[in-house]
């Protein structure tokens, strides 16, 4: 059974940094894309970043292109969101996201309602 668990969310002050983690266990996790998407409290859930399955391609949101990185340890089985410059509207749930068909890419706009989901963390920025 396909497990994702995501950690490393907190309190940071606006201008500060935090690395998300997604464990994933239960599946040949290199032969899938995965991502990341956020939800703030009333509104809708939005694609943050995704990677390949094999890390060499990548994809942003404008919104965090420049101040987030995606990568991927397919040895060990996780996956980072390194999160820099943070701003208050960066403050939501995050979660990981991985689609069910191998090698298939989580492109922005994807419909992803059928991935796998990890339970979330929380991120919230002062300002």
């Known amino acids: 059974q396909v497990q994702l668990v995501e950690s490393g969310g907190g309190l940071v002050q606006a201008g500060g940094s935090l690395r998300l983690s997604c464990t994933a266990s239960g599946h040949i996790f290199r032969r899938y894309a995965v991502g990341w998407f956020r939800q703030a409290p009333g509104k809708q859930r939005e694609f943050v970043a995704s990677i390949n399955w094999s890390g060499a391609s990548t994809w942003y949101a404008d919104s965090v292109k420049g101040r987030f990185t995606i990568s991927r340890d397919n040895n060990n089985n996780i996956m980072f969101l390194q999160m820099n410059s943070l701003k208050p509207e960066d403050a939501a749930d995050y979660y990981c996201?991985?689609?069910?068909?191998?090698?298939?890419?989580?492109?922005?706009?994807?419909?992803?309602?059928?991935?796998?989901w990890g339970q979330g963390t929380q991120v919230t920025v002062s300002s």
């Open positions: 996201a991985q689609k069910r068909v191998e090698y298939d890419p989580i492109l922005p706009g994807d419909y992803v309602g059928d991935a796998y």
